[in-house]
């Protein structure tokens, strides 16, 4: 039996991805800068997450616009995961 789902995994977890990257940037605004990298972080790797197996992948899968998109928020994430990390340890410091 083949069920058919009303929408994919994989839009579910864009879908959960752009809404917590999106949540980071609001909460820049209302509560700070290390709420916001912490939301950030967790929907960039939300989103690039479900393209996982990328060494697999055909050049033509590797050049489509999905992949790239998942591709720039997986960067995303860890640039902000390193902000984030520095952001701690000049707080330790100082």
């Known amino acids: 039996m083949n ?3 009303l ?3 994989e839009k579910l977890h864009l879908i959960a991805g752009f809404s917590l990257f999106a949540s980071g940037v609001l ?3 209302s509560i700070g800068i ?3 990298l912490s939301w950030a972080i967790f929907g960039a ?3 690039s997450m479900s ?3 990328e060494d ?3 050049k033509e899968k ?3 616009i999905n992949h790239i998109i998942r591709r720039l928020f997986g960067y995303f994430g860890a640039i902000f995961s390193v902000v984030l990390m520095l952001y701690y340890l000049n707080n330790l410091i100082n």
């Open 51 to 53: 393209d996982i197996g």
């Open 34 to 36: 290390e709420t916001a």
């Open 45 to 47: 790797m939300y989103i």
């Open 3 to 5: 069920k058919k789902h």
């Open 27 to 29: 909460a820049y605004f």
């Open 56 to 58: 697999e992948m055909s």
């Open 62 to 64: 590797l050049n489509q």
């Open 7 to 9: 929408i994919s995994i």
